[in-house]
């Protein structure tokens, strides 16, 4: 008999479930994370199209994960602040203006670094 919290990998399999059905509520009902996407594919398009190395792929790699990540856990934060405080408060407000901040640092940095990438391919092809 198993214990209650035992590993299974059916478990294992439902929770990714749960976590892709997250990352498709944020992307029908979050419009930034349309931005993101296509801001990520654009990333994807560039870094093919001037072929940049390993060790760049890993630099974008990770910007963009950091702000995939950022957005997702911004939208949450949204939805358990609307639960807890259906009413407008204004510490609330403050908490959502934080979290979207952070999301906001995220794509900078993001764009910083894609720039680092990208510019000497952008300057070179010129």
């Known amino acids: 008999m198993k214990k209650p919290g035992a590993f299974s990998p059916q478990a294992r399999l439902k929770s990714f479930s749960y976590a892709f059905a997250g990352l498709g509520f944020m992307l029908r009902s979050q419009h930034n994370a349309w931005l993101h996407a296509g801001a ?8 093919l199209a001037y072929k940049v190395r390993p060790e760049e792929w890993r630099w ?13 856990v911004n939208t949450a934060f949204e939805h358990v602040c609307n639960v807890v405080s259906p009413q407008y408060h204004p510490e609330v407000e403050k908490a959502k203006d934080v979290a979207a901040g952070a999301v906001l640092i995220a794509a900078l940095g993001a764009a910083t ?13 010129f």
């Open 60 to 72: 974008l790699f990770a910007a963009v994960t950091i702000v995939w990540v950022a957005e997702a």
């Open 40 to 47: 990520t594919i654009g990333v994807v398009a560039a870094g």
């Open 113 to 125: 670094i894609g720039a680092s990438v990208f510019a000497p391919y952008a300057i070179a092809s």
